[in-house]
DNA sequence: AATACGGGGTC
DNA sequence: GACCCAGTATT
């Protein structure tokens, strides 16, 4: 039995099963999928995703929306350039495409926001071609089995991984091959491995000479500093203004400060009641129509991201108090 | 080849 | 608190 064959078979009986964008599988949806996806987990993903479709069912719903809509929909999973470019996309696959994503790799590869690996996934979890991918579960699933212990980020390893990942790749069952090995990964080969309800046990290598703990092999941490990052937002008696950080740097284009969208409500209250003790002696009557404001309306979270369109349609008024927040923000030094 | 980009989960 | 996650673009 081949290694596709195990995967296959394995996922068939134990892979997971029912995830939104599992049905009704078009190449729109895997590519949203995909996206949000990136560097976000699974159980992360699936509320927002729902949400995503809801509100842009199709391609061109998406290409025809205004980026700050998307925008919003997105607050929240972080990576916003991942949203940006998602827009963008949309709009190039419309304008350049006919409104359909093309089924062939380099053109895939060209479109914003997608790399190899998330083209590769499109076309065999879509259309059922033999394009593998390697992303951070098949990094360690491969490694793994061919005791590969070199650091993961050198040229040479990564071809060398692509070449493997390829070999392995099915060539009849691909979407079930692929979303197979990502779930093996997700859920077996894990950091802290299950190695006795592998499948693949019986030819790895890192299993075989206890190797696993060592693989997927992390370049040594570089130090890190913090800096004070800001934002800042103006309000009279009734708004609140946030102004839009730079679009280079931390939070590029962003309306208010990341952990806003943590505890949101808790948070946006907390900043604005502090700044009304100090300005006004009524607070709690003001306060009422800045929480208001500030309120995603989709979630009713207070995750305040302003869309600059927004915040003119409220009238931007004359600033009566300046307020500048300082967020501790971790750089990597070299 | 190294770094930025984020929020949330895990141990 | 360190580390990781269905990566990509930029420098």
Redesign the pocket.
């Known amino acids: 039995m081949s290694i596709a064959e195990k995967i296959i078979a394995w996922q068939k009986k134990h892979g997971?099963h029912g995830?939104p964008?599992?049905h009704n599988i078009t190449p729109y949806r895997v590519w949203v999928?995909?996206?949000m996806?990136?560097?976000?987990?699974?159980?992360?993903v699936i509320p927002y995703y729902q949400r995503f479709m809801s509100r842009f069912p199709s391609l061109i719903s998406l290409a025809n929306a205004s980026e700050d809509v998307v925008i919003e929909h997105w607050a929240?999973?972080?990576?916003?350039?991942?949203a940006r470019?998602l827009h963008l996309c949309s709009q190039v696959v419309r304008d350049q495409h006919n409104g359909d994503f093309p089924s062939n790799a380099d053109e895939l590869?060209a479109?914003?926001?997608?790399?190899?690996?998330?083209?590769h996934?499109i076309l065999s979890i879509s259309h059922n071609m033999p394009y593998a991918?390697l992303?951070?579960?098949v990094?360690?699933v491969l490694a793994r089995y061919h005791n590969i212990s070199d650091v993961l980020?050198?040229?040479?390893t990564m071809r060398n991984l692509w070449k493997i990942a390829q070999t392995a790749m099915s060539q009849t069952e691909c979407r079930t091959y692929t979303?197979g090995i990502?779930?093996l990964?997700?859920n077996i080969c894990?950091?802290?491995p299950l190695c006795d309800l592998c499948p693949l046990q019986s030819g790895c290598k890192a299993y075989k000479y206890n190797t696993q703990g060592n693989i997927?092999n992390?370049?040594r941490?570089?130090l890190k500093r913090t800096e004070t990052c800001y934002f800042r937002c103006y309000m009279n008696s009734n708004r609140l203004w946030m102004e839009q950080r730079p679009s280079?740097?931390?939070?590029?284009k962003?309306w208010s400060?990341?952990?806003c969208?943590?505890k949101p409500c808790e948070k946006t209250r907390h900043i604005a009641l502090a700044s009304f003790r100090h300005t006004f002696t009524h607070f709690h009557m003001l306060v009422h129509p800045i929480i208001i404001h500030t309120v995603d309306p989709r979630r009713n979270t207070g995750g305040a991201w302003f869309a600059l369109d927004q915040a003119e349609r409220m009238g931007i008024p004359a600033a009566v108090k300046k307020i500048i927040k300082s967020i501790q923000?971790e750089?990597?030094?070299?």
């Open positions: 997971r995830l964008w599992q999928s995909e996206i996806l990136q560097q976000t987990q699974v159980t992360t929240g999973l972080g990576y916003y350039r991942r470019y590869i479109l914003p926001g997608i790399g190899k690996s998330t083209a996934a991918i992303d951070g579960n990094k360690r980020t050198g040229v040479e979303q990502m779930d990964g997700a894990k950091r802290q997927p992390k370049p941490k570089k280079s740097g931390i939070w590029p962003l400060p990341p952990y969208t943590t923000h750089t990597k030094v070299s």
